[in-house]
């Protein structure tokens, strides 16, 4: 028998520039993602959100989620989402502080 596994994309955010006081966005974040994209995996592991999103999930959608996030939680005025530069994390993003 031939058992079909959907395709996936695998994005990460580096969470670790959140400053002490925002740690606790981290573990929102996921929960953030995990509710708004469907289908999809989400795990902390460290400073590193890991999401496991279905195919159709673009980089640019993934980054859209958490620029959401950023808004909603009222920390867009104090951090934004950019892209990683050649990270042995994998391919996403991290959050830099403004």
Known sequence: MFIFKPMTNEYVIDTERFGFKDEKFVEQMAQFLEERIPDSEIAI??????????????????????????????????????????????????????
């Open 45 to 98: 592991e460290g400073n590193i959100v890991k999401a496991e999103v279905p195919d159709e999930y673009t980089k640019r959608m993934f980054k859209l989620r958490g620029n959401k996030f950023l808004y909603q939680a009222g920390l867009k005025d104090d951090y934004r989402l950019v892209s990683l530069v050649k990270s042995d994390a994998g391919e996403g993003y991290m959050i830099v502080e403004l």
